[in-house]
């Protein structure tokens, strides 16, 4: 039950982008808002209808130039509200996870020159227009990324020996990265089939008081974290829908870089980096070619 008070409410949206592909990194995004009224309601998408532009981040990337550029206007007006100002993709990796590029691909560091640095924006001809209101009593807080690529994607799949798990850890890594003061919300897109999270928290060895497990909604108290898991969050849910913009953003910022430094010149990235896609196998072979070690660039999962 929400209560009203004076205080906007904190509320954040986490979602992961890259979680299937082969290729490329895993991108988990946190984007948190102040809210001027009742969470359930204002930033509910079914109930806000065509007020905002902000949805499911595969309907609005769509391959094709024009649709990029509506995802790049969206993810930028998104991170420009919440401060971010870089105008380089390396600047805005640092800016957003604190490690360098050459970090996220320790202990490849070989990998990381074939990322090369790209000028932001990429596919708008100028920056974007400020951010109007997402939604009337809703504004940008904060936004803050976790990023695995593939060599660090391997080590944490072998140390949890699950995707989904490690997806959950992750969850929980950039919640923790700003801690909400007295409580704050979270929305968080649910992980696969997956309707108990108790017992992942408990493996974690997390404090945690479960108030709802349902196949749709899965409800927790952890820290000062009014938690929720919900099915299809970034298609219903603003701070999910926004944080499943900038996360594919980002993710199609390193697959452009790794097209672009394997003599590529389409102007969106070569390769989807997922196993159906033949150019995504042609890229694998040209890193092989390379002499790179596949553990470094292929995911085992």
């Known amino acids: ?84 100002r870089t105008r380089a993709f390396h600047e805005l990796v640092h800016a957003l996870t604190g490690r360098s590029l050459a970090d996220l691909y320790d202990p490849c560091p070989d990998l990381a020159r074939w990322y090369p640095d790209l000028r932001l924006p990429v596919w708008l001809k100028h920056e974007p227009d400020p951010l109007p209101a997402p939604l009337k009593g809703v504004r940008v807080a904060g936004v803050a990324v976790e990023i695995l690529t593939e060599p660090l994607f391997n080590q944490q799949v072998r140390r949890f020996g699950s995707k989904a798990f490690m997806d959950f850890w992750l969850f929980l890594k950039v919640l923790r990265r700003r801690a909400p003061t ?73 697959m452009l870089a790794l097209s672009r430094s394997l003599g590529y010149a389409t102007p969106l990235p070569y390769a989807s980096g997922y196993h159906h896609d033949a150019h995504s196998r042609e890229i694998a072979r040209k890193l092989q070619d390379l002499g790179l070690p596949e553990p470094c660039f292929r995911r085992s999962r």
Do not use: C
Request: a neutral charge.
């Open 1 to 84: 039950m929400f209560e009203f008070t004076d205080e906007p409410v904190s509320v954040a949206g986490v979602d992961e982008n890259g979680y299937g592909p082969f290729l490329g990194p895993l991108v988990v995004t946190r984007v948190d808002l102040a809210v001027d009224g009742d969470p359930w309601t204002l930033l509910d998408l079914q109930q806000q209808g065509a007020d905002t532009p902000f949805r499911d981040s595969k309907q609005i990337f769509r391959r094709s130039v024009p649709s990029y550029r509506t995802g790049e206007r969206l993810a930028l007006q998104v991170l420009r509200a919440a401060g971010f």
């Open 182 to 254: 007295p409580e704050g919300w979270a929305f968080v897109g649910k992980i696969g089939g997956t309707r108990r999270y108790g017992p992942w928290f408990r493996r974690l060895q997390e404090s945690v008081e479960v108030r709802r497990e349902h196949r749709h909604h899965a409800a927790y108290r952890w820290h000062t974290w009014s938690l929720h898991f919900l099915q299809d969050a970034d298609a219903r849910w603003l701070p999910v829908a926004m944080a499943s913009v900038v996360g594919k953003y980002l993710r199609e910022l390193f």
